[in-house]
């Protein structure tokens, strides 16, 4: 009997090992290369056997209510005191929640979230600032510079969960801010703070204590090389809100945009500037991406972009020189690269402006970021301005996008963005057809392609150009057409390049490829005649 029991035992099946995902923490069976999760490769590890486990009925916490019944205020988010904060969160911040705030080293975060903790501490309402990045004398110095002090809130610099759950015990707060979630640990697991298993206990510990006590919790969170934000997915599951704050460390610009919240829109985005006194929200931050100029200059195109649901007029600008170097530089500053290098190519092809032997140098104003497609008529429009050196009127808009066939298309919020421009003081607009209603004194024009854009610019032809200059012009045009079909007749061994056809000028605005040649430049104030 004793042999049976003990060859029974040695026969019963081990427990087989589990397999997890480290980046999202989906388990598996097996190991395989690629999780079905997140779809990423070589984050499948062996982390131990899976234990049979049952699991009884038990008592519960509050009986199951009729959904009618529940109370809907105990979820009403409470103003933070920064208004451009709060209309990213869609009111504020609900008790209970949390919400992870995450950006480049540098970026503003502390500054933010320290200026958030003074203004929502009230009597009524504790504030609790953890750091455990910095000391306490450090984030005071801070506090000074931004005037960030405040008599209900505690500040602690602690490394330890243990240490940080105490302090929420104590304090009491009604706001929670922790600096930063990969710098806290727990003394119970094994590895280094910012772990995948240390920052997953730590955030279901500190989510478990806002659940219960109703407190609102702001989590600061790294990000990696590429942007996005450091440790496993499922630190973003977890959470409520997720922010990334973003800008450029060199301008004042700072932008909050949510990509993930269950208690408003993601389509929300704040507005910030940063300055030696420390961070403030800006309520109409057109201003910053334009350039104030008494006349206007060769290359640069204005634009109305939609960051979020809030339309901002930004300034495009383009320089083109005469490169010394074989392959000539594209080099491109707030805008996306290889939308840059199509663009350029569409203005060359079915715009006629010659860009082969020229260094293209094209940037945007006050370190915005443009994306969209919705640039791509003001980028063409710089560029061919740039060619011709010859300046666009300082009251115009360009809004719509390009394709490669010349062609303008239309975009969203077109009436949005042409109402922005209206209230800033533009009064012309180049947009896709069907623009939709236009504000009342606002010239638009509708252009289908790239060549009625160029040729919608509002001034006046040269007046030092003589008739017979011009009928000089349109002879060489000639002269180059009847060389086309001359070479048209020559076998495929003579003739090693193919010359594009030559366009009669009334298919442009002015002979070649020198489309703007013929427009002067227009005066600041409207001297220029209308379209």
Not at 66 to 88: C, F, M, S, Y
Not at 131 to 154: C, K, M, P
Not at 450 to 465: D, Q, T, V
Not at 466 to 479: F, L, N, P, T, Y
């Amino acid at each position: 009997m004793a042999a049976r029991t003990s060859a029974g035992r040695s026969s019963a099946k081990a427990p087989r090992p589990a397999y997890r995902c480290t980046e999202c923490g989906n388990q598996l069976p097996k190991w395989v290369g690629r999780c079905p999760e997140c779809n990423a490769w070589g984050t499948v590890e062996e982390y131990g056997a899976v234990p049979l486990r049952t699991t009884a009925a038990g008592p519960v916490s509050a009986p199951a209510r009729p959904i009618a019944q529940v109370d809907g205020q105990v979820a009403t988010a409470r103003p933070t005191g920064v208004d451009e904060l709060d209309r990213v969160l869609g009111g504020g911040l609900v008790p209970g929640a949390v919400a992870l705030l995450a950006g480049e080293p540098g970026v503003g975060k502390s500054t933010l979230l320290l200026d958030v903790a003074a203004k929502a501490a009230s009597a009524q309402h504790r504030t609790l600032y953890v750091t455990g990045e910095e000391s306490a004398g450090q984030v005071r110095l801070r506090a000074d510079r931004i005037n960030a002090l405040s008599d209900h809130l505690y500040l602690a610099a602690e490394t330890d969960l243990a240490a940080v759950l105490g302090h929420i015990d104590q304090v009491g707060p009604s706001l929670l801010v922790l600096d930063s979630v990969q710098t806290i640990a727990s003394a119970e697991l094994d590895g280094a703070p910012g772990g995948m298993a240390q920052v997953r206990e730590v955030a279901a510990a500190l989510i478990r204590a806002s659940k219960d006590r109703g407190m609102a919790t702001l989590l600061v969170g790294h990000v990696t090389k590429d942007g996005s934000i450091a440790g496993p997915r499922l630190l973003e599951h977890l959470v409520d809100v997720v922010l990334h704050f973003e800008g450029d460390r060199h301008a004042r610009l700072r932008l909050i945009r949510g990509i993930k919240n269950r208690y408003g829109a993601t389509d929300e985005v704040g507005c910030f500037e940063l300055h030696d006194e420390g961070i403030t929200g800006l309520a109409d931050p057109s201003g910053l991406f334009l350039t104030r100029r008494a006349k206007p200059v060769p290359g640069t195109c204005l634009t109305v972009t939609l960051e979020g649901r809030r339309p901002l007029v930004a300034e495009v600008q383009a320089l083109m020189v005469d490169s010394q170097i074989p392959s000539p530089r594209r080099t491109t500053s707030g805008l996306d690269s290889p939308r840059i290098a199509m663009v350029l190519a569409v203005v060359e092809r079915h715009g006629g402006v010659r860009l082969g032997k020229q260094d293209i140098y094209t940037a945007t104003v006050g370190g915005v970021r443009l994306t969209e497609p919705a640039a791509d008529l003001a980028i063409a429009l710089s560029v061919a301005s740039s060619a011709a050196n010859t300046p666009l009127p300082n009251n115009l808009v360009a809004i719509g996008e390009v394709g490669l066939a010349g062609e303008v298309r239309r975009v969203n919020g077109v009436q949005r963005r042409l109402a922005e421009a209206h209230r800033l003081g533009f009064t012309h607009a180049l947009v896709p057809p069907d623009p939709g209603r236009v504000p009342q004194g606002m010239r638009v024009v509708e252009v289908t392609d790239i060549g009625e854009a160029l040729a919608a610019i509002p001034g006046r032809r040269r007046s030092g150009r003589s008739g017979e200059e011009q009928a000089g012009s349109a002879r060489e045009g000639s002269a180059q057409a009847g060389s086309a079909r001359e070479g048209s007749a020559l076998g495929a061994a003579e003739r090693p390049v193919k010359r594009p056809r030559a366009r009669a000028a009334a298919d442009i605005p002015a002979p070649g490829a020198d489309l703007m040649s013929g427009w002067d430049a227009v005066e600041p104030e409207g001297a220029a005649e209308p379209f």
